[in-house]
Antibody, heavy 122, light 110 residues
Framework: EVQLVESGGGLVQPGRSLRLSCAASGFTFDDYAMHWVRQTPGKGPEWVSGISWNGGSIVYADSVKGRFTISRDNAKNALYLQMNSLRAEDTALYYC???????????????WGQGTLVTVSS | QSVLTQPPSASGTPGQRVTISCSGSSSNIGSNYVYWYQQLPGTAPKLLMYRNNQRPSGVPDRFSGSKSGTSASLAISGLRAEDEADYYCAAWDDSLSGYVFGTGTKVTVL
């Protein structure tokens, strides 16, 4: 069974940093692109970033470009999101999601993890 | 910031058919596949439809998808109480080089 377990969320002050992790199991991790998607309670999901199977291709939403960095460690079956210069509007539940192919373009997210909550507030 | 537009709500009685629309543009729905996700209360979104009209294993054939031009639709026939959820469309956007989601539609079973 494919499992994605996020961790690393918490309460952080504006301007500070946080690193999220996603532990993957149940599939050949380095065969697939991976993504981060966030969702504010009561609103729809917002895609944040995607990374290809080997980390060679990376893409970000404009809202996080220059502040967030996605990475992966295929030896550890792990996905990461380094979030710097955090803002109040980054407050959300952050999901890790498996892509359908090795590259991140034009494919679907399945499955999603249960999410880790990030709250940016002073 | 949702780029794809959906009606905020839809409803029906058990057994009825409900249709949800998703309107986009030439850079997303007009040139790429549409995906649909179902989010039950308190849970993570779950893939419901991929490549416009393909159902993943385990999704009942009561759910069907279609796409025409820059719009897409999800239909639920034989509506059941367990279909009460939020539904989101999504697509890759060539102009943004990223994924965009719809505004979401809350389906209520009366």
């Amino acid at each position: 069974e494919v499992q994605l377990v996020e961790s690393g969320g918490g309460l952080v002050q504006p301007g500070r940093s946080l690193r999220l992790s996603c532990a993957a199991s149940g599939f050949t991790f380095d065969d697939y692109a991976m993504h981060w998607v966030r969702q504010t309670p009561g609103k729809g999901p917002e895609w944040v970033s995607g990374i290809s199977w080997n980390g060679g291709s990376i893409v970000y939403a404009d809202s996080v470009k220059g502040r967030f960095t996605i990475s992966r460690d295929n030896a550890k079956n792990a996905l990461y999101l380094q979030m710097n210069s955090l803002r109040a509007e980054d407050t959300a539940l952050y999901y890790c999601a498996k892509g359908a192919y090795s590259n991140y373009e034009d494919n679907w997210f399945d499955p999603w993890g249960q999410g880790t909550l990030v709250t940016v507030s002073s | 910031q949702s780029v794809l537009t959906q009606p905020p709500s839809a409803s029906g009685t058990p057994g009825q058919r409900v249709t949800i629309s998703c309107s986009g543009s030439s850079s997303n729905i007009g040139s790429n596949y549409v995906y649909w996700y179902q989010q039950l209360p308190g849970t993570a979104p779950k893939l419901l439809m991929y490549r416009n009209n393909q159902r993943p294993s385990g999704v009942p054939d009561r759910f069907s998808g279609s796409k025409s031009g820059t719009s897409a639709s999800l239909a639920i026939s034989g509506l059941r109480a367990e279909d009460e959820a939020d539904y989101y469309c999504a697509a890759w956007d060539d102009s943004l080089s990223g994924y965009v989601f719809g505004t979401g539609t809350k389906v209520t079973v009366l």
